[in-house]
Protein backbone atom coordinates (compact mmCIF):
# COMPACT_ATOMS: atom_id res chain seq x y z
CA UNK A 1 0.00 0.00 0.00
CA UNK A 2 1.17 3.65 -0.66
CA UNK A 3 2.86 5.35 1.77
CA UNK A 4 0.61 8.34 1.92
CA UNK A 5 -2.26 6.06 2.33
CA UNK A 6 -0.94 4.41 5.16
CA UNK A 7 -0.30 7.24 6.93
CA UNK A 8 -4.21 8.29 6.66
CA UNK A 9 -6.67 7.42 9.39
CA UNK A 10 -7.93 4.06 9.63
CA UNK A 11 -11.55 5.41 9.28
CA UNK A 12 -10.16 6.57 6.06
CA UNK A 13 -8.54 4.05 4.83
CA UNK A 14 -11.69 2.15 5.50
CA UNK A 15 -13.41 4.73 2.96
CA UNK A 16 -10.79 4.29 0.48
CA UNK A 17 -11.37 0.35 0.43
CA UNK A 18 -14.67 0.62 0.05
CA UNK A 19 -14.57 3.15 -2.83
CA UNK A 20 -12.31 1.31 -5.02
CA UNK A 21 -13.63 -2.67 -4.12
CA UNK A 22 -17.17 -1.80 -3.58
CA UNK A 23 -18.10 0.71 -5.94
CA UNK A 24 -15.65 0.22 -8.02
CA UNK A 25 -13.93 3.92 -8.43
CA UNK A 26 -10.73 4.23 -10.52
CA UNK A 27 -7.42 4.30 -8.59
CA UNK A 28 -7.07 7.87 -9.99
CA UNK A 29 -10.91 8.75 -8.51
CA UNK A 30 -9.40 6.90 -4.51
CA UNK A 31 -6.02 8.89 -4.73
CA UNK A 32 -8.34 11.98 -5.45
CA UNK A 33 -10.41 11.14 -2.43
CA UNK A 34 -7.40 10.25 -0.43
CA UNK A 35 -5.55 13.59 -0.86
CA UNK A 36 -9.05 15.72 -0.69
CA UNK A 37 -9.77 14.11 2.81
CA UNK A 38 -6.14 14.57 3.99
CA UNK A 39 -5.41 18.61 2.70
CA UNK A 40 -9.62 19.35 5.16
CA UNK A 41 -8.16 17.30 7.82
CA UNK A 42 -4.78 18.93 7.58
CA UNK A 43 -6.66 22.56 7.29
CA UNK A 44 -9.21 21.61 10.54
CA UNK A 45 -6.04 20.57 12.83
CA UNK A 46 -4.43 24.05 11.58
CA UNK A 47 -7.51 26.11 12.31
CA UNK A 48 -7.92 24.43 15.54
CA UNK A 49 -4.44 25.49 16.87
CA UNK A 50 -3.55 21.83 17.18
CA UNK A 51 0.07 21.95 15.64
CA UNK A 52 2.61 24.27 16.10
CA UNK A 53 1.82 27.41 13.64
CA UNK A 54 5.56 27.37 12.61
CA UNK A 55 4.37 23.61 11.16
CA UNK A 56 4.63 23.54 7.37
CA UNK A 57 0.69 22.75 6.24
CA UNK A 58 2.32 19.47 4.08
CA UNK A 59 3.87 17.91 6.95
CA UNK A 60 0.69 17.95 9.60
CA UNK A 61 0.21 14.25 10.62
CA UNK A 62 -3.53 13.42 10.52
CA UNK A 63 -3.10 9.88 10.96
CA UNK A 64 -4.32 10.45 14.80
CA UNK A 65 -7.86 11.71 13.75
CA UNK A 66 -10.11 9.42 15.56
CA UNK A 67 -13.97 9.41 15.46
CA UNK A 68 -14.10 12.21 18.00
CA UNK A 69 -12.59 14.34 15.92
CA UNK A 70 -14.96 13.32 12.68
CA UNK A 71 -18.04 14.20 14.93
CA UNK A 72 -16.77 17.52 15.79
CA UNK A 73 -16.86 18.67 12.19
CA UNK A 74 -19.35 21.31 11.77
CA UNK A 75 -20.77 22.89 8.16
CA UNK A 76 -19.31 25.90 9.86
CA UNK A 77 -15.95 24.12 9.75
CA UNK A 78 -16.41 23.00 6.18
CA UNK A 79 -17.06 26.63 5.37
CA UNK A 80 -14.24 27.96 6.68
CA UNK A 81 -12.41 25.52 4.68
CA UNK A 82 -14.09 26.38 1.00
CA UNK A 83 -12.89 29.95 2.23
CA UNK A 84 -9.43 28.84 2.89
CA UNK A 85 -9.21 26.35 -0.54
CA UNK A 86 -10.68 29.48 -2.44
CA UNK A 87 -8.70 32.05 -1.63
CA UNK A 88 -5.58 30.69 -0.18
CA UNK A 89 -4.78 27.53 -2.58
CA UNK A 90 -6.92 29.12 -5.72
CA UNK A 91 -9.42 26.32 -5.96
CA UNK A 92 -11.55 27.17 -8.84
CA UNK A 93 -15.17 26.15 -8.53
CA UNK A 94 -14.71 22.91 -10.56
CA UNK A 95 -11.78 21.50 -7.92
CA UNK A 96 -13.45 22.82 -4.91
CA UNK A 97 -17.08 20.74 -5.96
CA UNK A 98 -14.76 17.67 -6.53
CA UNK A 99 -13.69 18.30 -2.97
CA UNK A 100 -17.30 18.98 -1.47
CA UNK A 101 -17.94 15.40 -3.08
CA UNK A 102 -15.30 14.15 -1.36
CA UNK A 103 -16.67 15.21 2.23
CA UNK A 104 -20.27 14.27 1.05
CA UNK A 105 -19.14 10.68 0.04
CA UNK A 106 -17.06 10.55 3.32
CA UNK A 107 -19.50 11.27 5.58
CA UNK A 108 -22.20 9.63 4.03
CA UNK A 109 -20.10 6.47 4.12
CA UNK A 110 -19.49 7.00 8.00
CA UNK A 111 -22.78 7.86 8.76
CA UNK A 112 -25.04 5.50 6.19
CA UNK A 113 -22.42 2.37 5.53
CA UNK A 114 -21.17 1.79 8.60
CA UNK A 115 -23.49 3.74 10.92
CA UNK A 116 -20.20 5.20 13.61
CA UNK A 117 -21.33 8.63 13.12
CA UNK A 118 -24.95 9.92 13.34
CA UNK A 119 -24.60 13.25 12.69
CA UNK A 120 -23.62 14.68 8.99
CA UNK A 121 -22.50 17.87 8.40
CA UNK A 122 -22.27 17.77 4.90
CA UNK A 123 -26.29 16.91 5.00
CA UNK A 124 -26.77 20.79 4.08
CA UNK A 125 -23.99 21.20 2.39
CA UNK A 126 -24.43 23.08 -0.92
CA UNK A 127 -21.85 22.07 -3.39
CA UNK A 128 -20.17 25.46 -5.48
CA UNK A 129 -21.20 25.27 -9.40
CA UNK A 130 -19.14 24.59 -11.97
CA UNK A 131 -18.69 27.52 -14.69
CA UNK A 132 -19.95 25.60 -17.64
CA UNK A 133 -18.08 26.32 -20.87
CA UNK A 134 -17.98 24.65 -24.17
CA UNK A 135 -15.38 21.27 -24.58
CA UNK A 136 -12.40 22.46 -26.67
CA UNK A 137 -13.01 20.11 -29.79
CA UNK A 138 -11.44 19.83 -33.94
CA UNK A 139 -13.56 20.89 -36.28
CA UNK A 140 -13.76 18.18 -39.22
CA UNK A 141 -11.53 19.71 -41.22
CA UNK A 142 -8.78 19.69 -38.33
CA UNK A 143 -9.08 16.53 -37.21
CA UNK A 144 -8.84 15.26 -41.07
CA UNK A 145 -5.51 17.65 -41.61
CA UNK A 146 -4.55 16.39 -37.90
CA UNK A 147 -4.62 12.57 -39.54
CA UNK A 148 -2.94 13.55 -42.50
CA UNK A 149 -0.40 15.36 -40.90
CA UNK A 150 0.53 12.03 -38.78
CA UNK A 151 4.54 10.96 -38.96
CA UNK A 152 7.49 9.75 -37.59
CA UNK A 153 9.36 6.66 -36.93
CA UNK A 154 6.09 5.06 -35.26
CA UNK A 155 3.70 7.16 -37.65
CA UNK A 156 1.36 3.08 -38.59
CA UNK A 157 0.84 3.09 -34.72
CA UNK A 158 0.19 6.73 -34.21
CA UNK A 159 -2.18 7.25 -36.85
CA UNK A 160 -4.20 3.80 -35.57
CA UNK A 161 -4.20 5.52 -32.19
CA UNK A 162 -5.64 8.77 -33.20
CA UNK A 163 -8.02 7.25 -35.78
CA UNK A 164 -9.55 5.48 -32.49
CA UNK A 165 -9.47 8.47 -30.28
CA UNK A 166 -11.35 10.14 -33.01
CA UNK A 167 -13.78 7.71 -34.12
CA UNK A 168 -14.83 6.24 -31.11
CA UNK A 169 -14.11 8.76 -28.24
CA UNK A 170 -12.21 6.27 -25.97
CA UNK A 171 -11.00 7.70 -22.99
CA UNK A 172 -6.42 7.55 -22.49
CA UNK A 173 -6.92 4.83 -19.65
CA UNK A 174 -9.00 2.57 -21.59
CA UNK A 175 -7.19 3.08 -24.92
CA UNK A 176 -3.69 2.04 -23.04
CA UNK A 177 -5.54 -0.74 -21.66
CA UNK A 178 -6.62 -2.13 -24.77
CA UNK A 179 -5.32 -5.91 -25.85
CA UNK A 180 -5.23 -7.88 -28.70
CA UNK A 181 -7.94 -10.16 -27.39
CA UNK A 182 -10.26 -7.12 -26.62
CA UNK A 183 -10.63 -7.11 -30.95
CA UNK A 184 -13.33 -9.09 -31.68
CA UNK A 185 -13.98 -9.22 -35.84
CA UNK A 186 -15.59 -5.52 -35.99
CA UNK A 187 -16.14 -4.80 -32.39
CA UNK A 188 -13.60 -4.58 -29.40
CA UNK A 189 -14.11 -4.22 -25.75
CA UNK A 190 -12.80 -1.70 -23.80
CA UNK A 191 -12.93 -1.35 -19.61
CA UNK A 192 -13.96 2.30 -18.80
CA UNK A 193 -13.96 3.66 -15.18
CA UNK A 194 -15.30 1.58 -12.37
CA UNK A 195 -14.04 -1.30 -14.51
CA UNK A 196 -17.27 -1.36 -16.35
CA UNK A 197 -16.63 -3.16 -19.93
CA UNK A 198 -18.93 -1.65 -22.46
CA UNK A 199 -18.66 -2.50 -26.36
CA UNK A 200 -17.23 -0.29 -29.07
CA UNK A 201 -18.75 -0.81 -33.07
CA UNK A 202 -15.80 -0.65 -35.24
CA UNK A 203 -15.83 1.43 -38.56
CA UNK A 204 -14.52 1.11 -41.73
CA UNK A 205 -11.42 3.94 -41.01
CA UNK A 206 -10.90 1.84 -37.56
CA UNK A 207 -10.87 -1.49 -38.79
CA UNK A 208 -8.04 -0.17 -41.66
CA UNK A 209 -6.05 1.67 -38.89
CA UNK A 210 -5.93 -1.34 -36.93
CA UNK A 211 -5.34 -4.13 -39.72
CA UNK A 212 -2.57 -1.74 -40.93
CA UNK A 213 -1.02 -1.61 -37.47
CA UNK A 214 -0.94 -5.14 -36.32
CA UNK A 215 0.71 -6.19 -39.59
CA UNK A 216 3.76 -3.94 -38.37
CA UNK A 217 3.27 -4.76 -34.81
CA UNK A 218 6.42 -6.27 -33.11
CA UNK A 219 6.01 -9.67 -32.13
CA UNK A 220 9.50 -10.64 -31.10
CA UNK A 221 10.51 -9.91 -27.81
CA UNK A 222 7.43 -7.98 -26.41
CA UNK A 223 7.32 -7.79 -22.48
CA UNK A 224 3.84 -7.78 -22.43
CA UNK A 225 2.17 -9.86 -25.86
CA UNK A 226 -1.60 -9.20 -25.00
CA UNK A 227 -1.06 -5.25 -25.09
CA UNK A 228 -2.43 -3.73 -28.32
CA UNK A 229 -0.17 -0.95 -28.71
CA UNK A 230 3.67 -1.24 -27.72
CA UNK A 231 6.04 1.39 -26.50
CA UNK A 232 9.68 1.84 -28.27
CA UNK A 233 10.86 -0.44 -25.02
CA UNK A 234 8.21 -3.41 -26.82
CA UNK A 235 6.31 -2.91 -23.40
CA UNK A 236 2.48 -1.02 -23.20
CA UNK A 237 2.19 1.77 -24.13
CA UNK A 238 2.16 4.74 -21.01
CA UNK A 239 -0.56 7.28 -20.91
CA UNK A 240 2.19 9.87 -20.83
CA UNK A 241 3.50 8.52 -24.03
CA UNK A 242 0.12 8.75 -25.64
CA UNK A 243 0.16 12.17 -24.39
CA UNK A 244 3.26 13.33 -25.86
CA UNK A 245 2.43 11.53 -29.00
CA UNK A 246 -1.23 13.32 -29.56
CA UNK A 247 1.30 16.65 -28.03
CA UNK A 248 3.61 16.71 -30.97
CA UNK A 249 0.95 15.29 -33.87
CA UNK A 250 -0.97 18.33 -32.90
CA UNK A 251 2.04 20.42 -33.09
CA UNK A 252 3.08 19.00 -36.51
CA UNK A 253 -0.52 20.14 -37.68
CA UNK A 254 -0.03 23.09 -36.52
CA UNK A 255 -2.81 23.40 -33.99
CA UNK A 256 -0.59 23.06 -30.51
CA UNK A 257 -1.52 26.70 -29.56
CA UNK A 258 -5.42 25.46 -28.87
CA UNK A 259 -5.03 24.16 -25.57
CA UNK A 260 -5.95 20.95 -27.22
CA UNK A 261 -5.22 17.50 -25.43
CA UNK A 262 -5.77 13.90 -25.54
CA UNK A 263 -9.26 14.22 -23.57
CA UNK A 264 -10.06 16.92 -26.32
CA UNK A 265 -10.00 13.97 -28.86
CA UNK A 266 -12.62 12.64 -27.09
CA UNK A 267 -14.36 15.64 -26.78
CA UNK A 268 -13.94 16.14 -30.37
CA UNK A 269 -15.35 12.48 -31.13
CA UNK A 270 -18.41 13.23 -29.15
CA UNK A 271 -19.07 16.93 -31.18
CA UNK A 272 -18.33 15.08 -34.66
CA UNK A 273 -20.66 11.64 -33.87
CA UNK A 274 -23.63 14.87 -32.92
CA UNK A 275 -22.60 17.68 -35.35
CA UNK A 276 -22.42 15.39 -38.49
CA UNK A 277 -23.05 12.18 -37.72
CA UNK A 278 -26.41 12.95 -35.97
CA UNK A 279 -26.28 10.75 -33.20
CA UNK A 280 -28.92 10.78 -30.60
CA UNK A 281 -27.50 11.75 -27.29
CA UNK A 282 -28.76 8.96 -25.55
CA UNK A 283 -26.72 6.36 -28.06
CA UNK A 284 -23.51 8.64 -27.41
CA UNK A 285 -24.22 8.16 -23.99
CA UNK A 286 -23.83 4.46 -24.47
CA UNK A 287 -20.55 4.60 -26.98
CA UNK A 288 -18.89 7.09 -24.39
CA UNK A 289 -19.37 4.87 -21.34
CA UNK A 290 -20.96 8.04 -19.79
CA UNK A 291 -23.12 6.61 -16.57
CA UNK A 292 -25.10 9.93 -16.71
CA UNK A 293 -27.16 11.33 -19.88
CA UNK A 294 -26.25 15.05 -17.94
CA UNK A 295 -22.71 14.39 -18.53
CA UNK A 296 -23.40 13.55 -22.41
CA UNK A 297 -24.93 16.56 -22.75
CA UNK A 298 -22.42 18.67 -22.75
CA UNK A 299 -21.41 17.74 -26.20
CA UNK A 300 -24.60 18.41 -27.83
CA UNK A 301 -23.51 22.09 -27.69
CA UNK A 302 -24.63 23.99 -31.72
CA UNK A 303 -21.99 25.16 -33.66
CA UNK A 304 -22.05 28.62 -35.57
CA UNK A 305 -22.98 26.89 -38.75
CA UNK A 306 -26.36 25.22 -36.79
CA UNK A 307 -26.93 28.25 -35.11
CA UNK A 308 -26.58 30.43 -38.61
CA UNK A 309 -28.95 28.15 -40.34
CA UNK A 310 -31.90 27.96 -37.58
CA UNK A 311 -31.65 31.91 -37.89
CA UNK A 312 -32.17 31.59 -41.69
CA UNK A 313 -34.62 29.04 -41.20
CA UNK A 314 -36.85 31.48 -39.14
CA UNK A 315 -40.46 32.47 -41.03
CA UNK A 316 -39.42 36.26 -40.20
CA UNK A 317 -36.00 36.10 -41.92
CA UNK A 318 -36.90 37.89 -45.13
CA UNK A 319 -39.20 39.96 -43.76
CA UNK A 320 -38.41 43.66 -44.60
CA UNK A 321 -40.29 47.04 -43.11
CA UNK A 322 -39.29 48.94 -45.98
CA UNK A 323 -40.60 46.53 -48.54
CA UNK A 324 -43.90 46.49 -47.05
CA UNK A 325 -44.03 50.48 -47.01
CA UNK A 326 -42.89 51.26 -50.41
CA UNK A 327 -46.26 48.97 -50.96
CA UNK A 328 -47.96 50.97 -48.71
CA UNK A 329 -47.08 53.72 -50.52
CA UNK A 330 -48.03 52.44 -54.28
CA UNK A 331 -51.42 51.18 -53.24
Not at 40 to 58: C, D, G, N, T
Not at 198 to 211: D, S
Request: with cysteine.
Amino acid sequence: MDEKILALPKSVKDFLVYMETIKGKSPNTVREYANDLRTFFRFIKQMRSLVPKEMPFAEIAIDDVDLSFLASITLADIYEYLYYITNERKNGAATRSRKVSSLRSFYNYLCERTGVLHENPTRNLEAPKPKKSLPKYLTLEESMEFLNDIGGEFATRDYCIMTLFLNCGMRLSELVGLNLSDIRSSTMTVTGKGNKQRTIYLNEACLQALETYLKQRPCDSVKDRDALFLSKRLQRISPKTVQWIVHKNLERAGLGNRGLSTHKLRHTAATLLYQHGGVDVRVLQEILGHENLNTTEIYTHLSDKQLQDAADHSPLAHFSKQKRSLRKETT
